[in-house]
């Protein structure tokens, strides 16, 4: 844990790991993806995608460690007024349970308080399927202040989803 993480631009060239990341069929549950991403799809968003949280309401960073990119993060769902912003977060399957993404919420808090100005952080998450997201989201110091009952559909059944809030202030 005590490797450098760095969150920075998604580039050209992460293509090959997009593909590698929004193919892998685990974490499809947890998110929206109904079938896997061609390279040309990604290519197209790569191509696309101007990086300005303020325009597009999103953001997505690499996590990179030593280097090597080990997964992405997302800031969505941006609103100005109200100075918040949802986060999703995915790791390689090879590099879960590293504290990695405990790392990457850390270094994307303080790119919150700092430079976007936000006021809070939150993001859903399924109580059945991702657990592991739970555990990483009460040690970055969120709290679970809600659950939606039967409010996300996947693999054929309603599932809860946890509401986790951290303020910034």
Known sequence: MNDAILLRAIEPEDLGFLYEIEN????????TPTAPY?????????ENQPQDLFQT???????EQNGKSVGILDLFNYNANDGRAEVGISILKSERGKGIATQALKK??????RLLNLHQLYALVSTSANPGSSRVFEKSGYK???TLPQWHFTYGTFEDISVFQLFLD
Not at 24 to 31: E, T
Not at 38 to 46: C, D, G, I, N, T
Not at 108 to 113: I, N, V
């Open 24 to 31: 892998d069929p685990s974490i499809w549950s947890v998110g």
């Open 38 to 46: 061609s390279h040309y799809a990604l290519k197209q968003y790569l």
């Open 57 to 63: 309401k999103q953001l997505r960073m690499i996590i």
């Open 108 to 113: 994307l808090e303080q790119h919150a308080r």
């Open 144 to 146: 679970n202040i809600a």
